[in-house]
Protein backbone atom coordinates (compact mmCIF):
# COMPACT_ATOMS: atom_id res chain seq x y z
CA UNK A 1 0.00 0.00 0.00
CA UNK A 2 0.98 3.60 -0.27
CA UNK A 3 3.04 5.30 2.67
CA UNK A 4 3.15 9.30 2.49
CA UNK A 5 6.29 10.93 5.27
CA UNK A 6 6.60 14.13 6.18
CA UNK A 7 8.82 16.28 7.33
CA UNK A 8 9.11 18.39 9.45
CA UNK A 9 7.15 17.52 12.23
CA UNK A 10 7.34 20.93 13.80
CA UNK A 11 7.86 24.75 11.82
CA UNK A 12 8.53 27.54 13.28
CA UNK A 13 8.68 30.44 11.42
CA UNK A 14 8.66 34.55 11.98
CA UNK A 15 5.33 36.39 10.39
CA UNK A 16 6.58 37.76 7.20
CA UNK A 17 9.00 34.80 6.27
CA UNK A 18 8.20 31.80 4.29
CA UNK A 19 7.51 27.88 5.15
CA UNK A 20 7.97 25.08 3.35
CA UNK A 21 6.83 21.53 4.30
CA UNK A 22 7.56 18.07 1.80
CA UNK A 23 6.37 14.98 1.51
CA UNK A 24 7.21 11.70 0.07
CA UNK A 25 5.34 8.80 -1.09
CA UNK A 26 5.90 4.93 -1.96
CA UNK A 27 2.91 4.38 -4.74
CA UNK A 28 3.92 5.17 -8.48
CA UNK A 29 0.11 4.97 -8.79
CA UNK A 30 -0.66 7.53 -6.84
CA UNK A 31 -1.85 11.28 -8.92
CA UNK A 32 -3.88 13.16 -6.32
CA UNK A 33 -1.58 14.90 -3.70
CA UNK A 34 -3.85 17.06 -1.77
CA UNK A 35 -2.72 19.51 1.90
CA UNK A 36 -4.92 19.70 4.41
CA UNK A 37 -4.93 22.71 6.95
CA UNK A 38 -6.13 21.18 10.28
CA UNK A 39 -7.25 23.85 13.44
CA UNK A 40 -7.31 22.38 16.96
CA UNK A 41 -10.73 20.27 17.49
CA UNK A 42 -11.89 21.06 13.74
CA UNK A 43 -11.89 19.03 10.68
CA UNK A 44 -9.45 18.94 7.27
CA UNK A 45 -9.40 21.75 5.53
CA UNK A 46 -8.46 21.82 1.54
CA UNK A 47 -6.22 24.21 1.00
CA UNK A 48 -4.47 23.01 -1.99
CA UNK A 49 -3.81 20.23 -4.50
CA UNK A 50 -2.18 18.68 -7.39
CA UNK A 51 -2.35 16.37 -9.71
CA UNK A 52 0.25 14.45 -11.42
CA UNK A 53 0.06 15.47 -14.43
CA UNK A 54 1.37 18.81 -13.57
CA UNK A 55 4.53 19.67 -11.70
CA UNK A 56 3.38 23.24 -9.54
CA UNK A 57 0.01 25.03 -8.35
CA UNK A 58 -0.58 28.18 -7.18
CA UNK A 59 -3.31 30.12 -4.77
CA UNK A 60 -1.97 33.48 -3.61
CA UNK A 61 0.58 32.81 -1.02
CA UNK A 62 0.34 29.35 -0.90
CA UNK A 63 2.10 26.51 -3.78
CA UNK A 64 2.59 22.94 -4.20
CA UNK A 65 4.92 21.25 -6.29
CA UNK A 66 5.55 17.61 -7.00
CA UNK A 67 8.53 15.38 -8.91
CA UNK A 68 7.01 12.67 -9.65
CA UNK A 69 10.59 10.72 -10.87
CA UNK A 70 11.59 11.93 -7.14
CA UNK A 71 7.92 11.27 -5.52
CA UNK A 72 8.54 13.98 -4.03
CA UNK A 73 5.83 16.82 -3.36
CA UNK A 74 6.21 20.14 -1.09
CA UNK A 75 4.09 22.85 0.17
CA UNK A 76 5.16 26.27 0.06
CA UNK A 77 3.37 29.26 2.17
CA UNK A 78 4.67 32.72 1.61
CA UNK A 79 4.54 36.27 3.82
CA UNK A 80 3.38 33.42 6.52
CA UNK A 81 0.43 35.46 8.83
CA UNK A 82 -0.37 34.16 12.62
CA UNK A 83 -3.30 32.87 11.20
CA UNK A 84 -1.36 30.45 9.28
CA UNK A 85 -0.72 28.47 12.37
CA UNK A 86 -2.13 25.04 12.27
CA UNK A 87 -1.43 21.40 11.58
CA UNK A 88 -0.84 20.88 7.78
CA UNK A 89 -1.60 17.01 6.47
CA UNK A 90 -0.22 16.18 2.79
CA UNK A 91 -2.22 13.09 1.15
CA UNK A 92 -1.58 11.20 -1.56
CA UNK A 93 -4.14 8.74 -3.80
CA UNK A 94 -5.20 7.61 -6.81
CA UNK A 95 -7.65 8.98 -9.29
CA UNK A 96 -11.19 7.48 -8.32
CA UNK A 97 -13.95 8.52 -5.80
CA UNK A 98 -13.51 5.21 -3.70
CA UNK A 99 -10.08 5.49 -3.30
CA UNK A 100 -8.54 6.34 -0.14
CA UNK A 101 -6.23 8.87 1.47
CA UNK A 102 -2.87 8.36 2.46
CA UNK A 103 -1.67 11.05 5.08
CA UNK A 104 0.79 12.43 6.34
CA UNK A 105 1.93 12.56 9.68
CA UNK A 106 1.23 16.12 9.71
CA UNK A 107 3.72 19.43 10.33
CA UNK A 108 2.67 21.74 13.35
CA UNK A 109 3.54 25.35 11.95
CA UNK A 110 3.59 28.50 14.10
CA UNK A 111 4.06 31.67 12.92
CA UNK A 112 5.46 33.96 15.39
CA UNK A 113 5.23 37.77 15.83
CA UNK B 1 -18.37 24.42 -2.89
CA UNK B 2 -19.16 20.78 -1.38
CA UNK B 3 -20.15 20.80 2.54
CA UNK B 4 -19.98 17.93 4.74
CA UNK B 5 -22.33 18.73 7.99
CA UNK B 6 -20.96 16.18 11.34
CA UNK B 7 -23.01 15.91 14.00
CA UNK B 8 -22.99 15.75 16.69
CA UNK B 9 -19.33 17.82 17.38
CA UNK B 10 -18.95 16.62 20.98
CA UNK B 11 -20.71 13.59 22.84
CA UNK B 12 -19.62 12.28 26.30
CA UNK B 13 -21.39 8.83 27.18
CA UNK B 14 -20.98 6.28 29.37
CA UNK B 15 -18.71 2.87 29.37
CA UNK B 16 -21.58 0.22 28.03
CA UNK B 17 -23.52 2.07 25.93
CA UNK B 18 -23.61 3.14 22.16
CA UNK B 19 -22.89 6.42 20.40
CA UNK B 20 -24.25 7.34 16.76
CA UNK B 21 -22.27 9.51 14.65
CA UNK B 22 -23.66 10.99 11.68
CA UNK B 23 -22.14 12.20 8.15
CA UNK B 24 -24.31 14.17 5.85
CA UNK B 25 -23.28 15.59 2.44
CA UNK B 26 -25.81 18.76 2.14
CA UNK B 27 -25.04 19.83 -1.72
CA UNK B 28 -23.42 16.51 -3.33
CA UNK B 29 -23.91 13.01 -3.68
CA UNK B 30 -21.10 10.69 -1.98
CA UNK B 31 -21.52 7.39 -3.12
CA UNK B 32 -18.22 7.14 -0.93
CA UNK B 33 -17.32 8.38 2.29
CA UNK B 34 -14.48 7.84 4.93
CA UNK B 35 -14.57 7.49 8.46
CA UNK B 36 -11.12 8.32 10.03
CA UNK B 37 -10.22 7.92 14.03
CA UNK B 38 -7.27 10.36 15.18
CA UNK B 39 -5.48 10.63 18.10
CA UNK B 40 -3.69 13.79 19.78
CA UNK B 41 -1.32 15.07 17.54
CA UNK B 42 -1.41 12.20 15.76
CA UNK B 43 -2.39 11.80 11.85
CA UNK B 44 -5.85 9.97 10.88
CA UNK B 45 -6.45 6.96 10.68
CA UNK B 46 -8.56 5.52 8.10
CA UNK B 47 -10.91 2.92 9.87
CA UNK B 48 -13.41 1.62 6.86
CA UNK B 49 -14.89 3.05 3.80
CA UNK B 50 -18.56 3.00 3.33
CA UNK B 51 -20.31 2.72 0.21
CA UNK B 52 -23.95 3.44 -0.55
CA UNK B 53 -25.81 0.34 0.10
CA UNK B 54 -22.96 -2.12 0.72
CA UNK B 55 -21.21 -3.48 3.38
CA UNK B 56 -18.17 -1.00 4.67
CA UNK B 57 -14.94 -2.30 4.29
CA UNK B 58 -12.42 -2.16 7.49
CA UNK B 59 -8.93 -1.65 7.46
CA UNK B 60 -6.73 -4.11 9.23
CA UNK B 61 -7.37 -4.30 12.81
CA UNK B 62 -10.67 -2.12 12.86
CA UNK B 63 -12.91 -4.20 14.84
CA UNK B 64 -15.76 -4.14 12.72
CA UNK B 65 -18.68 -5.21 15.29
CA UNK B 66 -17.29 -2.48 17.53
CA UNK B 67 -17.31 0.40 14.91
CA UNK B 68 -20.60 -0.10 13.21
CA UNK B 69 -21.30 2.24 9.89
CA UNK B 70 -24.17 2.47 7.77
CA UNK B 71 -24.50 4.49 3.89
CA UNK B 72 -28.26 3.76 3.79
CA UNK B 73 -28.42 6.74 1.50
CA UNK B 74 -26.07 8.93 -1.31
CA UNK B 75 -26.00 11.77 1.22
CA UNK B 76 -26.06 10.07 4.87
CA UNK B 77 -23.51 7.64 6.57
CA UNK B 78 -23.58 6.75 10.44
CA UNK B 79 -20.73 5.47 12.35
CA UNK B 80 -22.12 3.90 15.69
CA UNK B 81 -19.43 2.65 18.46
CA UNK B 82 -21.08 -0.63 20.30
CA UNK B 83 -20.38 -0.81 23.94
CA UNK B 84 -18.18 2.08 23.99
CA UNK B 85 -14.76 2.00 26.42
CA UNK B 86 -12.97 4.66 27.05
CA UNK B 87 -10.42 3.89 24.90
CA UNK B 88 -12.65 4.57 22.69
CA UNK B 89 -12.52 8.08 23.26
CA UNK B 90 -11.25 9.93 20.49
CA UNK B 91 -11.99 12.43 17.29
CA UNK B 92 -13.67 11.17 14.61
CA UNK B 93 -13.86 12.41 11.10
CA UNK B 94 -15.67 11.33 7.81
CA UNK B 95 -14.85 12.19 4.63
CA UNK B 96 -16.76 12.19 1.57
CA UNK B 97 -15.71 11.70 -1.87
CA UNK B 98 -17.40 13.72 -4.77
CA UNK B 99 -19.44 12.21 -7.37
CA UNK B 100 -18.70 15.03 -10.00
CA UNK B 101 -14.98 15.67 -9.30
CA UNK B 102 -12.21 13.85 -8.03
CA UNK B 103 -11.63 15.28 -4.04
CA UNK B 104 -12.88 14.95 -1.07
CA UNK B 105 -14.28 16.87 1.57
CA UNK B 106 -14.07 16.13 5.95
CA UNK B 107 -16.92 17.08 8.15
CA UNK B 108 -15.80 19.22 11.14
CA UNK B 109 -15.05 15.60 13.47
CA UNK B 110 -16.96 14.70 16.72
CA UNK B 111 -14.94 14.53 19.91
CA UNK B 112 -16.11 11.42 21.77
CA UNK B 113 -15.44 10.98 25.78
CA UNK B 114 -16.51 7.86 27.17
CA UNK B 115 -16.87 8.00 30.78
Known amino acids: GENVEQHPSTLSVQEGDSAVIKCTYSDSASNYFPWYKQELGKGPQLIID?????GEKKDQRIAVTLNKTAKHFSLHITETQPEDSAVYFCAASYTGTASKLTFGTGTRLQVTL | GAVVSQHPSRVICKSGTSVKIECRSL??????MFWYRQFPKQSLMLMAT?????????EQGVEKDKFLINHASLTLSTLTVTSAHPEDSSFYIC???????????FGSGTRLTVV
Open chain 2, 95 to 105: SASHDREDGYT
Open chain 1, 50 to 54: IRSNV
Open chain 2, 27 to 32: DFQATT
Open chain 2, 50 to 58: SNEGSKATY
